[in-house]
């Protein structure tokens, strides 16, 4: 029996894109501003894992984190076990990419894309 990917509603991924995101992610680069660039040093070691059963394990600006993950509506939605909620739209999704982007809140309103590629 397979597994159906957490939804907090709206459309759910396919078992073909569950199986593609559910795995390690290691990030290899970042755009801001339509420049693309690699991670800081303390980025260097950011990465994400999705887990089938919901639960997520995130490194971010070298901080490790886990707590749970949701998909709806073209986006991932992370609350972490320390109250932390981040939201992402997923831009791009296959065996080899994966392009999370966040939107900073008001006034800022900036755009950045994560980009990783599979944990080796």
Do not use: H
Request: aromatic residues 8%; glycine residues 6%; positive net charge.
């Amino acid at each position: 029996m397979t597994k159906k990917v957490p939804s907090s509603g709206g459309t759910s991924l396919s078992v073909d894109q569950s199986k593609m995101l559910c795995k390690a992610w290691q990030i290899d680069s970042i755009s801001q501003f339509d420049l693309v660039t690699k991670p800081l040093a303390k980025q260097v070691n950011d990465a994400v894992t999705f887990s089938a059963d919901g639960s997520v394990s995130i490194i971010q600006d070298g901080v490790s984190s886990t707590g749970t993950w949701t998909y709806a509506s073209g986006g991932i939605n992370i609350a972490t076990k320390t109250g932390n909620k981040l939201s992402f739209k997923l831009s791009t999704l296959s065996d080899n990419r994966l392009i999370l982007e966040y939107q900073y809140p008001a006034p800022d309103l900036s755009r950045i894309k994560y980009m990783y590629s599979p944990k080796k």
